[in-house]
């Protein structure tokens, strides 16, 4: 098993930053790719950004690429998503995901889920 906690959400302006980090426990850290995902209200889980276990390997949702960072120290068991040039449309709930093996944008192939961490941005 292995447990996942995001942090980091919150209000913030268009234009503005945030930082979203998400701590895991349990199983190695390291044996996992990692994503994040979010969810708007009325709207299906969306991929936003994915990770290998080294962290050598990164992918992105086109409309964030330019502007969001993913990011894993695996010496501290936790991944990290930099959200700059922030929109209202990237309001949403965000999630943190693992999985073993490569990393992959489709939400039902990650194994574990943290709780989620809002994101409101604000026109």
């Known amino acids: 098993q292995v447990q996942l906690v995001e942090s980091g959400g919150g209000l913030v302006q268009a234009g503005g930053s945030l930082r979203l980090s998400c701590a895991a426990s349990?199983?190695?850290?390291?044996?996992?790719?990692m994503g994040w995902f979010r969810q708007a209200p009325g709207k299906e889980r969306e991929f936003v950004a994915s990770?290998?276990?080294?962290?050598?390997?990164?992918s992105y949702k086109n409309s964030v690429k330019d502007r969001f960072t993913i990011s894993r120290d695996n010496a501290k068991n936790t991944e990290y998503l930099q959200m700059n040039s922030l929109k209202p449309e990237d309001t949403a709930v965000y999630y943190c995901?693992?999985?073993?093996?490569?990393?992959?944008?489709?939400?039902?192939?990650?194994?574990?889920w943290g709780q989620g961490t809002q994101v409101t941005v604000s026109s």
């Open positions: 990770i290998s276990w080294s962290g050598g390997t990164t």
């Open positions: 995901a693992a999985r073993s093996g490569q990393p992959v944008v489709t939400p039902g192939e990650y194994d574990y």
């Open positions: 349990g199983r190695t850290f390291s044996n996992y790719a």
